[in-house]
């Protein structure tokens, strides 16, 4: 997942990761990650854990949700791995559909047609 | 689920096959990162619900010829090494593809369709190095289709180190540095090369050997394969 800024909304980040952010912290599906409160919040103009508006430090939620966040300083560009929080794959895909699948035409596919049938997901490749 | 950084290279393969269902491309091998694909062909199985019903296993439905092929003498020694190491990959199409089809009759009714418990416990797991690999190698695709090729090697050499039993970051990694220039496939060998330390045949061997390549499915014995179950245990 492809971070190029150190703060983004909260809804940006949930359509990025799956992860929203609800009352009682940081949810995926059923699993939910407590959010600290108090300094860690975020101060007015500056995003925290719990972050101002609908901002957020990328870093500080992805080291909260067990997401290693690698950064190519040279190109200004990081990228964060999957929550290790529940130690598994995915399994409920309600949860989050991965993005950026497209169809043959190079078009964008919503995942949302597939719902309510049942799918056999084969993952080949060229090589 | 094609996993490939370049989707032209997938599109030859879904032009010959016409498919009939959704068949997607997943350049930044998304997927892969979300439901645990180490290699290809792996699948899992979604119920109506949306629920996984079976995590990522090797998903193999017809045997290979390659398997029972016999090995020609006088053959390049590295080459009959890889032929060995190809005939020792397990394959369980012959329980796989009627576990498929009585899914598809019977639906949460069977006996194939796991748990969420059993899914949970059966999934791959990922923990710190497992996840940073993923990263890296998001990384390094972005770096490769936006900066150049180079750019993504040294994150792909890191994926590589951090997640060596992840096959799809080596062979994607690897095929587009062997493959010679205007060929109209991609090279399956992926043998020494001047970019990367590694190569398939040598990580094959140094992991386990073709015996230990797949993720195999969880079938149970091969006589249950083959009862019925659902309507027809009744019939």
Redesign the interface.
Known sequence: ??VTASSMSATEFADLTGWERKPEGWCRGEICVPMPSGASAGTAGTAGVSGTADMIDVAAVAERL?????V?HT?G????????V?????????A?W???????A?DR?DAS??????????????? | MALDVDPAHAHRWIDAAQPTHPSLIDTTHATGEAFGFLNVPMAIWIDENGLIVRPAESASIERSPLRDMEIPDGLPERMATMMREVKAIPDDSDLYRPAIIDWVRHGAASRYAMSPAEVIEAARPIGDAEARAAACFALGEHLRRTVGDEAAVPWWRKAHALDPHNWTYKRQAWTLVTTPAGATENDLIQGPNEVYESNWLDDVIALGGGAAYTVRPRLGAADDARLPSGDERDA
Do not use: K
Request: glycine share 14%; no cysteine; hydrophobic share 45%.
């Open positions: 997942m492809i067990g997401m290693p966040y690698e190519d190109h560009v990081g990228a964060l791995g999957p929550a290790t529940s130690g598994r794959a995915l399994t409920d895909v309600r989050h991965p993005a950026g699948l497209i169809d043959r190079g596919f047609s597939l719902v309510g049938r049942r799918i056999i997901m084969v993952a080949w490749a060229s090589w």
